[in-house]
């Protein structure tokens, strides 16, 4: 039962367009997320965060949009850069489930330059 | 420099051969947990530990094992491997609930 889903498996996007990459979850006791990059051969890297109090959240580049009727969020990246391809994790934790954090499946974004 | 270690970052084992995959951060993070990413099913985490002794299963914990003797070591075992272990584990660390994960660079273990 994957709780978390990113349905779009990879995403392709012209260098200084936006990207918009989509996050879906079933769990509506989640109430924080998160997003996370990961380049070949090394960790994820965490990129921005959002709690369900909130639906919008900016650093820099990167905004995280949060829909809780339609258990949706999504990662906008505003102006795509080369050095942004990578894959993105979605992941999304409950309060008061400590550190029990499910990621979805990841999307490939490719930036071409 | 903050980070999480994990060792080794390749090993091929054999079925059978209990094996342990150690991580140490030096962060001071109360929270650790492991994570395994295979094709397809993204990242899926094995166990998780609040702090000193105290431990807890994910969503995959079967044929793990972990202890948290020291807040800086979260080591994971596999005391028999089998090759569906056969994965791409990350060790991670964060300072508290709301925080971002600090992730290590990958054990990746074969299984044969």
């Known amino acids: 039962d994957q709780q978390v889903k990113q349905n779009s498996p990879s995403l392709s996007v012209q260098e200084g367009r936006i990207s918009i990459l989509n996050c879906d979850y079933t769990?509506?006791?989640?109430?924080?997320f998160l997003w996370y990059k990961k380049y070949p051969a090394e960790g994820p890297t965490f990129l921005i965060s959002?709690?369900?109090?909130?639906d919008k959240n900016e650093d820099g580049r990167f905004t995280v949009f949060l829909n809780k009727s339609a258990k949706h969020l999504s990662l906008h990246i505003v102006p795509s850069q080369p050095g942004d391809s990578a894959v993105y994790f979605c992941a999304a934790s409950a309060s008061g489930g400590y550190q029990k954090v499910t990621f979805g499946t990841g999307t490939k974004l490719q930036v071409i330059p | 420099e903050a980070q999480v270690t994990q060792n080794p970052r390749y090993l091929i084992t054999v079925t059978g051969k209990k094996l342990t995959v150690t991580c140490s951060q030096n962060?001071?993070?109360?929270?650790m947990s492991w994570y395994r990413q295979d094709p397809g099913l993204g990242l899926r985490q094995i166990y998780y530990s609040m702090n000193v002794e105290v431990t807890d299963k994910g969503d995959v914990p079967e044929g793990y094992k972990v202890s948290r003797k020291e807040k800086r070591n979260f080591p994971l075992i596999l005391e028999s491997p089998s090759p569906n272990q056969t994965s791409l584990y990350f060790c991670a660390s964060s300072l508290d609930w709301g925080s971002g994960y600090t992730f290590g660079s990958g054990t990746r273990l074969t299984v044969v």
């Open positions: 962060m001071n993070h109360e929270y």
């Open positions: 959002i709690s369900s109090i909130k």
């Open positions: 769990n509506s006791m989640f109430d924080y």
